[in-house]
């Protein structure tokens, strides 16, 4: 069959980063980020997080192709700020987030589950 391992799309090759930066030498305060072995789903997360960013002026990703897990993300940004500091500022502000979510979820798990126990 033709088709890659299962596998691939998710476990990152040993000797291989997760995260790479590549400066453009063409645009100031531009860079791609080269995310392995991830797909729309972070790519739109992080894209939306940077737009969110008034120092920001540009934010956006692409899959390179079906095959080839993972995204190219693209960021260009005003003089106050890098790029490497704006997608640095991005993926700690979701981690809070996530955090936050995530508490959110359990305090409303552990009520809804006491009140299905006074309930019996």
């Known amino acids: 069959m033709n088709a890659p391992d299962r596998y691939e799309k998710f476990v990152v090759p040993e000797g291989t980063k997760k995260v790479s930066y590549e400066r453009d030498m063409k645009i100031m305060n531009a860079a791609t980020f080269v995310i ?3 797909d729309h789903t972070i790519g739109n997360i992080v894209r939306m997080q940077l ?3 008034p120092n920001v002026l540009f ?3 692409k ?3 079906p095959l080839q897990y993972k995204i190219l993300l693209r960021i260009q940004t005003t003089s106050q700020s890098s790029p490497m500091q704006a997608y640095n500022l991005a993926i700690d502000d979701l981690d809070k987030e996530l955090d936050h ?3 959110a979820f359990e305090g409303e798990l552990v009520r809804v589950q006491s009140e299905n126990r006074e309930g019996l």
């Open 63 to 65: 899959l390179p192709h």
């Open 101 to 103: 979510l995530k508490r």
């Open 51 to 53: 737009h969110r960013d």
């Open 36 to 38: 392995e072995r991830e």
């Open 59 to 61: 934010a956006g990703y």
